[in-house]
């Protein structure tokens, strides 16, 4: 399962954090001078398991380019990240620079935990970015955090089980309509095939729920607006393929990877996913390709960003400016990420971004740019873990049949006004 698929750990609350930055003339003792050199710390989720190699690469290239600079990478997977990032924030042993993902940077920015870029980047060209990716992460008009990738979920299936059941393979024109006809003929549970996978969890539910012509916040992003037809929509959308077409929470049975290792063994023929699964599906023993995800009354796609930031503790600032720069637009980080398909650099410059096409596995790797042509943004509050974990506990209660997705729907909405308010 994908680190953006997982309900991610807790993240920090916006009051520990403070008290966390309020110490912020705490020495860390954990950066240390050694043969005049500076040792930067970098605290990462995305490149652990497939692209610790890549991030090694771009590591050295730095640290040819600034001599003076020894760059410690550190790794957690996604589930794990933010408790230890929190953890260390409130324990004053912060990493001079880490990654964030869009949907927790409005924590930390508001919590004070981050460095603003701009008073140790000097005269900052940020040309090289694509704007929209740069303004994710500003707050107040301070750049906290350069974005460093970007990563589209797309359809993703396996043509081999397609062509053996005698089904069209999914188009870009599909609708939840086709994509559930097709899950229904190719699921055989005596033969543990599956047709379809699609965790029943936040991360789904917004994408869906704009896929249906619904909002999750109103207009003034103060109160939830998803308790509605669209709403229910979707929910129903997710929830009625558990059991039927997907496994259900008790056959998964907590198992870590499950529907990764599913697809993997040639056993699910649809998988809503995110395109950092290219690398690790390169050697698998069936034919598999991607489309933009279906639609109801009109498409939307899941965007996610990330983006590096330093601590507002750190004592080297403009050391930890010219590595996050490095990482996110240098021409080697570029077409490192590119080679090795790990997510996209969020760059300006199309040429670089056109050699992405050129890799033959996926073939339809087209489908990825077009996805972007309808972005669902994840909804952002200051209580955002609260806010997933609110949506995903009751969406849960719906998939096992607790609850139904009306009430379901109703208690979360009432918990995410409780924190909004």
Not at 53 to 67: V, Y
Not at 80 to 100: H, M, N, R, V, W
Not at 360 to 382: G, Y
Request: net charge negative; charged share 20%.
């Amino acid at each position: 399962m994908s680190r953006h698929i997982k309900i991610a750990a807790a993240v920090a609350a916006a009051s520990l954090l403070a008290t966390a930055c309020s110490q912020g003339s705490a020495t860390r003792g954990t950066t240390a001078e050694a043969g005049g050199k500076v040792t930067l710390r970098y605290f990462t989720f995305s490149a652990a398991p497939d692209h610790v190699k890549d991030l090694d690469t771009i590591e050295k290239a730095f640290e040819k380019e600034n001599p003076d600079v020894d760059v410690v990478v550190e790794t957690a997977p996604f589930d794990q990240y933010f408790t230890k990032l929190q953890t260390s924030i409130a324990g004053g042993t912060a990493p001079d620079t880490f990654e964030l993902n869009y949907e927790n940077f409005v924590t930390y920015a508001s919590a004070g935990s981050l460095l603003d870029l701009g008073t140790v980047a000097g005269d900052m060209d940020t040309s090289v970015y694509a704007q929209e990716s740069l303004n994710a992460f500003k707050r107040d008009g301070k750049q906290y955090a350069l974005p460093a990738s970007f990563s589209t979920v797309v359809l993703f299936y396996n043509k081999d089980l397609f062509d053996k059941a005698g089904v069209p393979v999914p188009t870009a024109d599909w609708t939840w309509q086709d994509e559930q006809a097709a899950a229904e003929k190719l699921t055989d549970k005596k033969k543990g095939v599956y047709g379809d996978f699609q965790p029943v969890q936040f991360f789904e539910f917004y994408k869906t729920l704009k896929q249906a012509g619904g909002e999750f916040l109103s207009a003034d992003g103060k109160k939830s607006a998803f308790n509605s037809p669209q709403g229910v929509k979707a929910a129903t959308w997710l929830v009625s393929k558990v059991g039927k077409t997907m496994p259900t929470e008790a056959e998964i049975g907590g198992t870590a990877d499950y529907d990764t290792n599913l697809f993997k063994s040639g056993k699910l023929a649809m998988w809503h996913n995110g395109i950092w699964q290219f690398a690790g599906l390169k050697d698998v023993p069936f034919e598999w390709d991607v489309v933009v995800e279906p639609g109801d009354s009109a498409k939307a796609s899941a965007v996610f960003h990330n983006a590096v930031a330093a601590s507002s503790t750190t004592k080297h600032g403009k050391q930890a400016w010219a590595w996050a720069r490095f990482l996110s637009a240098s021409g080697t980080a570029a077409t490192t990420r590119i080679q090795s398909s790990w997510e996209l650099p969020p760059i300006s410059d199309q040429q670089v971004l056109s050699g992405y096409l050129k890799d033959p596995k996926p073939a339809n790797r087209q489908a990825v740019f077009d996805s972007l042509k309808s972005i669902a943004l994840p909804p952002v509050i200051k209580r955002q873990q609260e806010m997933q974990d609110a949506v995903t506990k009751e969406l849960s209660e719906a998939a096992a049949g607790r609850k139904s997705v009306e009430d379901a729907l109703k208690a979360a909405a009432t918990e995410v006004d409780a924190l909004l308010g």
